[in-house]
Each structure stands twice: as structure tokens, then as C-alpha cells.
């Protein structure tokens, strides 16, 4: 989902709608913070300013920190892919999902995590000590966990699940993959 090229197509008029609602301030454009306004995270709160940063940075072909209408219609179909994978593992729908969840989430994505790293990602991204994660973590977490996936398969030329990697390489890496 991440990093894919989006072309130029005519905007569904019921985002269009929403643009309008969420640009505050009327400049054509969406702020993270006018993002975050418009997006609730199932539990009554609304998305992290990393979430919406992290969104708003994704989509910004500009890098100004702001998306237009075509930029923000790319940005609503991936949210709403994410929810529709959120949701396929909130399974008790409680607007957020535990250590087993995430796993069977992540383990169908690919990833073989097990059940203590598993919970450390919980508590990595849960900073009230939940237990669970929210939809706006989710989404922080996945996207995370995809760029750091990225930059050690550039490394794992062989393929063996292994890199070598000196320590400014590596906090390079870990700098350019962080939110």
C-alpha cells in the first residue's frame, strides 16, 4: 500500500465533500492538524499527530506539509484500506485490537513475529498501557514495520533474513524509517 504512485482521477464527489469540511481554513489544502480534527480513532480520540503527520508526509508530493483534493482522495482510499484490514481483526469490534489480533493481522501480511515481540509492539504503541492498539497506531505501526522491511531487504541482497550493517548505517536506516 505504501509508496505507490496515484494518477490524476476525478475526485468522488463524497470526498470532495469531506475536503471541503476538513480544509478549515479554506486554502485548497489539508494540514496534519486539520486531518486530525477530521479523523476519529474508534475510540472516542482522535488520530496522533504522528499518525496524521506520518499520512500527511506520505501523500505530500510538494513536501509542504500540506495535501491538495487529488493528494487527500489517494489518502482517504488508504485509510479506508487499512480500516477495512483493522476492522477484518478488531474481532470483538472494540474500536481496537490485542496482542492476538495484531499477530494474526501481521502473520498474514507475511511477517513471522512472535509473542513477545509481539507484545512489545503493543507496548511500543500504546503509550496508556492498554494492552491493544488503536486504529491510528495500527496504521503507524504497519507502515513503520513496511519501511524498515524495505530498507533491510535493499541489504539482504542474498535473500537469508540476514544483513551486516555498521552502527551509522544503521542509524541512518533507523532515522529514515522512523516516523
Avoid at 493528494?71 to 469490534?93: K, S
Avoid at 531487504?153 to 548505517?169: A, P
Wanted: charged share 20%; glycine share 8%; aromatic share 12%.
Amino acid at each position: 500500500m505504501y509508496g505507490k504512485a496515484y494518477p490524476q482521477t476525478q475526485v468522488n464527489p463524497e470526498v470532495q465533500q469531506w475536503f471541503a469540511a476538513v480544509d478549515r481554513d479554506g486554502s485548497g489544502r489539508i494540514s496534519a492538524s486539520e486531518l486530525k480534527c477530521a479523523l476519529a480513532n474508534g475510540q472516542g480520540g482522535t488520530f496522533s499527530d504522528t499518525a496524521c503527520k506520518l499520512m500527511i508526509g506520505m501523500f505530500d508530493k510538494e513536501k509542504s506539509g500540506t495535501i491538495d483534493l487529488n493528494e487527500f482522495q489517494a489518502l482517504y482510499n488508504y485509510i479506508n484500506a487499512w480500516l477495512g484490514v483493522f476492522r477484518g481483526f478488531d474481532h470483538d469490534n472494540s474500536g481496537s485490537i490485542q496482542e492476538n489480533e495484531l499477530s494474526a493481522a501481521l502473520t498474514q501480511m507475511g511477517y513471522r513475529l512472535s509473542p513477545e515481540f509481539i507484545s512489545f509492539l503493543i507496548k511500543k504503541s500504546d503509550p496508556a498501557g492498554h494492552s491493544s492498539i488503536t486504529v491510528d497506531q495500527f496504521i503507524v505501526l504497519c507502515v513503520q514495520i513496511q519501511r524498515f522491511t524495505d530498507a533491510f531487504r535493499i541489504r539482504d541482497t542474498d535473500q537469508v533474513g540476514t544483513v551486516s550493517i555498521g552502527f551509522e548505517e544503521f542509524l541512518g536506516v533507523a532515522l529514515e524509517c522512523s516516523v
